[in-house]
């Protein structure tokens, strides 16, 4: 991994090849994360997912997955739709759905050539997963996923810089501690 990097600041502002969007199954624009993309890219944003097949009906993108579109209007090239799981108490899966956001997000990445990738705090808003825990899973396969693509390849994996960036001084406070423990 070239770098990790955790930021305060607006995801939408990032110039990187890739933003991760914390979307809803529809992937249409909700609130917080979902929102700020959907107003900075513009109604493109909105028009090219729109296009993007429903799996079922209401689902564009199921809980775990991943879906790319161009970033329209952003300073990114790219937007990566993950739709993270609603946390409920733990037992349900959230933990395996929450990894598999990062790992699917940086896979398109990867597919599509992107050196440099920002992801926010998936989950941690309205979908309640405590941040603590989504931090730790976030990081846990950041590192992962960026280690095993570097020793499968290591003649043809180019570095990519991973951003997390932290809505709130405090979200940027919880990852930071994270990163620095041991083990982190």
């Known amino acids: 991994m ?7 600041g607006d995801i939408t ?51 775990g997955e991943a879906r790319i579109t161009p ?10 739709h993950t739709v993270g799981p609603v ?5 349900h899966g959230e933990s395996e759905l929450l990894a598999a956001c990062y790992r699917n997000a940086l896979a398109l990445a990867a597919e599509n050539a992107c050196r440099s990738i920002a992801f926010p705090c998936i989950s941690t808003g309205v979908y309640g997963y405590p941040l603590e825990d989504a931090a730790r899973i976030a990081i846990r ?6 280690s095993a693509r570097a020793s499968a390849r290591p003649d043809m994996t180019p ?9 709130s001084e ?7 501690r994270i990163v620095q423990a041991p083990g982190g």
């Open 13 to 63: 502002t990032l110039t990187v090849d890739a933003i991760v969007n914390a979307a809803n199954q529809m992937m249409l624009g909700g609130g917080g994360v979902d929102g700020a993309i959907h107003r900075a890219a513009g109604p493109e944003l909105y028009e090219a997912c729109l296009k993007v097949p429903e799996v079922r009906p209401g689902v564009r993108c199921p809980t």
């Open 170 to 176: 405090r979200d940027k406070q919880v990852y930071d």
């Open 141 to 146: 396969e950041v590192q992962a996923a960026v």
């Open 87 to 91: 946390y409920r108490d733990g037992l």
């Open 159 to 167: 570095d990519m810089e991973v951003i997390f960036c932290c809505f």
């Open 2 to 8: 070239k770098a990790l990097q955790i930021v305060q």
């Open 71 to 80: 970033g329209f209007r952003l300073p990114a090239k790219f937007v990566i």
